[in-house]
């Protein structure tokens, strides 16, 4: 069944290691994330943005297709479902369908509406028993249509929105989502480590996590981040090895063309992709 991302985050964060959490998009992507979780015994989670959730039908599709997983696959590993960037309206739609946690995105308000719309989620999550996550400071780059530039958040700012209880934070660190354009000043580690000085116990979420170099991975994690969001990675390995099964002329022999075979490269570079984030972000064996 499905947890709420507080213990496991609690645990990352004592331990120094981070949680990922990849965005789904489909069956394929689900199943291949699930099965290296449960192979590598490492706790995940399960990503999904409010255009994944359209696309996969709505909010329900998905709480069935992953509750329906977890028992049939034998998944014994945690496994939390989570609202990507979330609006207010969304997140209350995902506390209904049945989702573990919701992060709601209220950078784009003045920090006053941020913290009084976060105040109230945060009672309605926890209501329910998931778990939720807030941001400061936009993170730069293209999510659903919306592109900004990477900012640094507002250590106090940050304090004032962890304050409300929230179980995990979001801080613009200089990251973004998408690749990195080669002009990139990298991470700002003072903010981070400014950030965590001022918000203690709270587990961090590094947002963008394709492209940033692992040094700095490491780094981050040392100085508090908890969470990392891969999502572009996936998609890219995925493209990769659909492109090159289609370009072999597999699809022309026999039945390659077949879902199941015509899927089938794509959803294993998925999981290499995983398998691969997880080492890294040192999660692998800590499901128990």
């Known amino acids: 069944m499905l947890v709420s991302a507080t213990e496991m985050l609690k645990k990352a964060k004592a331990g120094h290691y981070a949680v990922g959490q990849f965005n789904i998009n489909n ?3 689900t199943k291949s994330i699930l099965q290296t979780a449960q192979e590598l015994n490492s706790p995940v989670i399960l990503g999904v943005s409010e255009g994944a959730g359209k696309y996969m039908c709505g909010y329900k599709t998905i709480v069935g297709m992953v509750n329906g997983m977890i028992e049939e696959m034998g998944i014994t590993v945690p496994v939390a479902l989570h609202l990507d960037h ?3 309206d969304h997140c209350y739609k995902c506390i209904e369908a049945g989702f573990s946690s919701v992060m709601f995105d209220g950078s784009h308000y003045s920090i006053e509406e941020n913290v009084a719309k976060t105040k109230e ?3 309605a999550a926890h209501a329910k028993g998931l778990s939720i996550e807030a941001e400061v400071g936009s993170i ?3 999510e659903d249509g919306v592109v900004g530039a ?3 958040a507002d250590p106090d700012e940050c304090k004032s929105i962890a304050d409300l209880g929230v179980d995990m934070l979001a801080a613009g660190i200089g990251n973004i989502h998408g690749k990195y354009p080669a002009n990139w000043a990298g991470l700002s580690f003072e903010t981070l480590d400014a950030i965590q000085q001022k918000t203690g116990e709270m587990p961090l979420v590094l947002h963008g996590g394709t492209g940033i170099p692992e040094d700095m991975i490491k780094k981050a994690i040392s100085l508090g981040v908890a969470k990392i969001n891969v999502n572009t990675e996936c998609q890219l390995s995925f493209a990769a090895a659909t492109r090159k099964y ?3 002329g597999k699809d022309l022999e026999g039945k390659g063309f077949d879902p199941r075979k015509l899927l089938a490269p794509g959803a294993e570079a998925i999981k290499a992709t995983v398998k691969e984030k997880m080492e890294l972000f040192g999660s692998v064996g800590k499901a128990n």
């Open 27 to 29: 069956l394929e992507w």
């Open 86 to 88: 979330g609006s207010y």
């Open 121 to 123: 989620l945060v009672a």
């Open 140 to 142: 730069g780059g293209e």
């Open 150 to 152: 990477g900012e640094c």
């Open 246 to 248: 289609v370009e072999a």
